[in-house]
């Protein structure tokens, strides 16, 4: 008996043994149903003596065959969890409800919701928007922003709702020709994202904002460095509205990538500007400048080379002094960017380390109040719009972020579900099964490139219909108008705070006046202490160095 239970995880591999043998001798006698199980349980006794030799899996070795169900549940779990067990207020990282938000809007579809709300409104985090007793009603919803500045040539209206970055690469040429498709149809932007232009990007014909990153794809020499040549014949294609320079993005600011050899296609290598057969690094940092003014002059280098596109830089908020020495760098050199995108560390559409997604850069709302209030602070908020990205898929969503300082916003995942996501979380496999973010040619077929592009151009559209409704709800004429008073935040169970004390505008030009508000000493300290010539601290707060008096930290 002892021996039975001490060795009963055998019991798998000791069945499917003698169901082999037992078909075997039967086969002869019965038929082809005995020889087809034959084969089966055979395959399972190989497998399972295979498990038990092999050294890489303990689990498979102690229960052969039976141990391979932990692998498969194991990979379907994301599967399970999201159609089974998921809560529709879970948000891992999209919720159920806002995913079926977006595939409502895109296919057309009743969005409407009965019976209440299912959100927990007397819980710590809830937010809601003030309306007004004479709301007004707004039928225009082409809303737009004008950007560019005095050195713009050829400023560009851009809609209050754009496809955030996505490089051809990270996604399909059918997802990206869909994604620009839909764009064009429905009049608004997409950020081409660090992999440069694509085939697909100009067969879909849409408005592009071409991104520049520390890889400089689409603009660079064989060595990798900056080349004004290439830039300028890239800029110059009409279909590029903007430029963007990528400082760092949410899902992993500070780090490079590699994409290597083996998953460079031809057609990415075309896109990309890159050789095939050879690793291609996209480095942590620009080689181009390294300083705040070296940067600044870079953006000018950009406008002039684009004909007087609009150009401006993307960043996750990280040490807040640097970004201090950015605004310090505008001021000596009097080159402004014509817009700043604020990306959120909640943001992300490929892959990126753990540690990186969950720990590393500032979330988009706090992000995004911190530039708001810098820029007001020296006196340059009118003359540079700024962007927004970070999980914004509804009117309320982009709502909040124009009241936080937003002039528009970008969203990524909210138009990868238009295209049809699920949130599979394989985005970084190349087995994405709806054939979005992966490069294998039979599962990228999934894509019906007209389908899903008016599904795109759809969501796009009823979006805007929905912050038209919003907003009139508020008693506004244009979204742009709401200020963080419009919104109220639970703080607590039992007590909630008016928009302005949560996420406060702070006064006209303090940074650059000559008084000091000692309520924002901390605004001050840090301002002091950031440099135009560099990014690096002329000293550490509470540290060994010489400190102002109510330094904080950087």
């Known amino acids: 008996m002892n021996f039975l239970v001490q060795y009963q995880r055998y019991a798998v591999l000791a069945g499917v043994t003698i169901?082999?043998?037992?078909?075997?001798?039967?086969?002869?006698?019965?038929?082809?149903?005995?020889?087809?199980?034959?084969?089966?349980?055979?395959?399972?006794?190989?497998?399972?003596?295979?498990?038990?030799?092999?050294?890489?899996?303990?689990?498979?070795?102690?229960?052969?065959?039976?141990?391979?169900?932990?692998?498969?549940?194991?990979?379907?779990?994301?599967?399970?969890?999201?159609?089974?067990?998921?809560?529709?207020?879970?948000?891992?990282?999209?919720?159920?409800?806002?995913?079926?938000?977006?595939?409502?809007?895109?296919?057309?579809?009743?969005?409407?919701?009965?019976?209440?709300?299912?959100?927990?409104?007397?819980?710590?985090?809830?937010?809601?928007?003030?309306?007004?007793?004479?709301?007004?009603?707004?039928?225009?919803?082409?809303?737009?922003v004008r950007v560019g500045g005095p050195a713009c040539k050829q400023p560009y209206d851009a809609s209050l709702y754009n496809i955030s970055a996505m490089s051809f690469g990270a996604l399909s040429g059918n997802a990206i020709l869909a994604l620009n498709s839909g764009a064009k149809k429905g009049g608004f932007a997409h950020d081409t994202g660090e992999g440069s232009i694509s085939r697909y990007h100009r067969q879909g014909g849409g408005d592009l904002i071409y991104q520049v990153a520390s890889g400089y794809f689409g603009c660079r020499n064989e060595d990798g460095s900056f080349s004004p040549e290439r830039f300028a014949q890239t800029a110059a294609d009409p279909q590029v509205k903007m430029i963007e320079v990528k400082l760092s993005q949410g899902a992993k600011p500070g780090h490079g990538g590699l994409l290597p050899a083996a998953k460079i296609t031809e057609e990415i290598a075309e896109a990309r500007g890159i050789p095939m057969g050879i690793d291609c690094v996209s480095p942590a940092a620009h080689s181009t400048f390294?300083?705040?003014?070296?940067?600044?002059?870079?953006?000018?280098?950009?406008?002039?080379?684009?004909?007087?596109?609009?150009?401006?830089?993307?960043?996750?908020?990280?040490?807040?002094?640097?970004?201090?020495?950015?605004?310090?760098?505008?001021?000596?050199?009097?080159?402004?960017?014509?817009f700043i995108v604020v990306d959120g560390k909640e943001g992300g559409t490929g892959a990126a380390p753990v540690e990186f997604a969950n720990r590393v850069g500032m979330p988009m709302h706090e992000g995004l109040t911190f530039v708001h209030n810098a820029?007001?602070?020296?006196?340059?908020?009118?003359?540079?719009?700024?962007?927004?990205?970070?999980?914004?898929?509804?009117?309320?969503?982009?709502?909040?972020?124009?009241?936080?300082?937003?002039?528009?916003?970008?969203?990524?995942?909210?138009?990868?579900?238009?295209l049809g996501c699920i949130q599979a979380q394989s985005c970084h496999t190349n087995k994405c099964p709806v054939g979005i973010a992966t490069q294998d040619p039979a599962r990228q077929r999934a894509i019906d490139v007209g389908d899903k592009s008016d599904?795109?151009?759809?969501?796009?559209?009823?979006?805007?219909?929905?912050?038209?409704?919003?907003?009139?709800?508020?008693?506004?004429?244009?979204?742009?108008?709401?200020?963080?008073?419009?919104?109220?935040?639970?703080q607590k169970d039992n007590e909630f705070l008016d928009g302005n004390e949560?996420?406060?505008?702070?006064?006209?030009?303090?940074?650059?006046?000559?008084?000091?508000i000692p309520a924002l000493s901390d605004w001050h300290s840090r301002w002091d202490r950031a440099s135009a010539e560099t990014f690096a601290p002329s000293e550490i707060p509470f540290g060994p160095f010489k400190r102002r008096e109510m330094a904080h930290s950087t």
Request: charged share 20%; with cysteine.
């Open 19 to 144: 169901l082999a043998i037992v078909s075997v001798i039967c086969a002869p006698f019965f038929g082809a149903w005995f020889w087809l199980s034959a084969v089966i349980f055979g395959a399972l006794t190989l497998l399972g003596w295979h498990d038990i030799r092999q050294n890489k899996h303990s689990i498979l070795r102690n229960y052969p065959v039976s141990g391979h169900i932990r692998f498969i549940l194991e990979n379907f779990r994301p599967e399970i969890r999201q159609y089974m067990i998921e809560g529709d207020q879970e948000k891992l990282p999209f919720s159920r409800q806002d995913r079926g938000l977006v595939y409502q809007r895109a296919k057309g579809v009743e969005d409407k919701r009965p019976f209440g709300t299912i959100e927990d409104v007397y819980s710590s985090g809830y937010a809601w928007l003030t309306h007004s007793v004479t709301p007004t009603i707004i039928t225009g919803t082409d809303f737009r």
């Open 290 to 338: 390294s300083t705040p003014v070296g940067l600044m002059e870079f953006i000018g280098k950009l406008r002039d080379l684009s004909g007087g596109k609009p150009v401006g830089f993307k960043l996750c908020i990280g040490h807040r002094r640097e970004f201090m020495c950015i605004i310090k760098a505008i001021l000596k050199t009097g080159i402004l960017p014509d």
């Open 455 to 490: 599904r795109v151009a759809r969501f796009h559209r009823n979006t805007l219909h929905a912050l038209a409704e919003i907003t009139g709800a508020a008693g506004l004429q244009d979204p742009r108008d709401f200020m963080p008073y419009h919104f109220m935040f639970r």
């Open 502 to 516: 949560v996420y406060p505008y702070l006064p006209e030009g303090f940074l650059v006046s000559d008084a000091e």
């Open 375 to 418: 820029l007001r602070g020296a006196g340059l908020r009118d003359q540079i719009k700024i962007g927004a990205a970070g999980k914004i898929v509804s009117a309320f969503d982009i709502a909040q972020t124009f009241a936080l300082g937003a002039d528009w916003c970008n969203a990524a995942r909210g138009f990868m579900f238009a």
